[in-house]
């Protein structure tokens, strides 16, 4: 094993006065390992009690660092060369840290920087601990300022995805209440209308002193709703494509990668830090895409575990939602896709905000057409009325039924729905078409609108 002191390998002659700070540094940036035993050139001396050194480390995160750090650090032993290594591994930790004999200041409080550890300033721990007081705001323990919220939007993509509701019990189910009775944060963020507006910005040019081109907004509804509007405005308007011949061969080039975009946006809209109350944000140049969300790296997260796509959500009950609606896996791929499309430096880490940049393809056009601005939202999925007008056959009411709940839906999909075949689909919307449903749009990318019904 070949020892060499890096940003996260610290190297130990023998159990010193500063090993206390060397694990603070560690638990406040992005964890490392401190070998005692080792010599700076790497060469191995070893401990001369190895008993006596494992009790003082003990000690060491026992009882002088706060707050308690047990759980992030690892103790263990090598034999190396005939010669004892202790090994102290430290994870990154879940608050500011620091030595208990001078407090929460800058004698106290230290972070690694290259191969050396340096007291922290003023500003960086008052920086790092209100993110740390920020983490730990959970969207179910906020009340809302929604006092008699419905949910008729989630309720029927819930339903979509077969799921069976109990009304007594929905908003026990879901995560809705505070644990003293009142709605909360999360079901003020999935009611029907709320105050979350969600934006897309399309700016003119390379820069936002290049002026706004388009501003649409998403939102004062279910979030999911919000979020899959912008999502379908980006992936269907923005998302251009441009072909080429070359020997008879057709080529297509689409401007960004849609599952790509797709892990970014609905994680930005997941990992948001809600209860700061800023929603995430889309902002689109001519030549990127940029994707703003409040909170940074989460607390308890290194760079390296995010990268590998370890997935620790701020929002837990809003992630176990997520993964019943089928927007998001548990598997962690997402991160890794948008990595391996785009490389890790499309992810910026701000103090408070993570930007992802998705560079495109090509230059797209300044200008914006007046139809492309006004291509989205496009028509939500809605419950009707219990009795429909009587002229209309049981199985036509189920076709308008299924039109309704999916108005993207296309002939073949609904097909499926209602176990019917495509021909029979098409006469009973040929009886519904410009009375009670219109196409807007093309067949292939348009929706229906219900018209006429209360």
Partial sequence: MVFAETEK????QRLADSIPKE??????TEGGTIYIGVNDDGTICGVTDLDE???KVADIVESQILPEPRECVELNTKYIEQKHVVEIKVYKGHGLYYIKKYGRSSQGCFIRVGTTCR???EEQINLVHNRFLVSRAKITEMASRIQSPTFQYLKLLLTEKGLNLNEASFAENFHLRTTDGRYNKMAELLADKNEVSIKVVRFKGRNKADGIAVRNEYGDKCLVVAMKQAYDYCADV??????SFKKGVRNDMHLFDRDAFREVWFNACLHNNWADGTPPAIYVYTDRMEIVSTGGLPVNLSKEDFFRGVSKPVNEELARLFIRLDLMEQTGYGIPLVTERYGKEAFEFMDFFLRVTIPFAFEIESEISESDSQKLPRELPRE??????GELSPNTQRTLRAIAKNPSATIDEL???LAVSPRTVKNHIALLRNKYIKRVGSDTKGYWKIININ
């Fill in 119 to 121: 007291s922290m300033t």
């Fill in 384 to 389: 009707l009325p219990r009795e429909l007008p």
């Fill in 9 to 12: 390998i610290e190297l130990k």
């Fill in 415 to 417: 097909s499926k729905t």
């Fill in 53 to 55: 050194s494992l009790k």
């Fill in 23 to 28: 694990i603070v540094s560690f638990l406040n």
């Fill in 238 to 243: 923005i998302n251009e494509t441009r072909s």
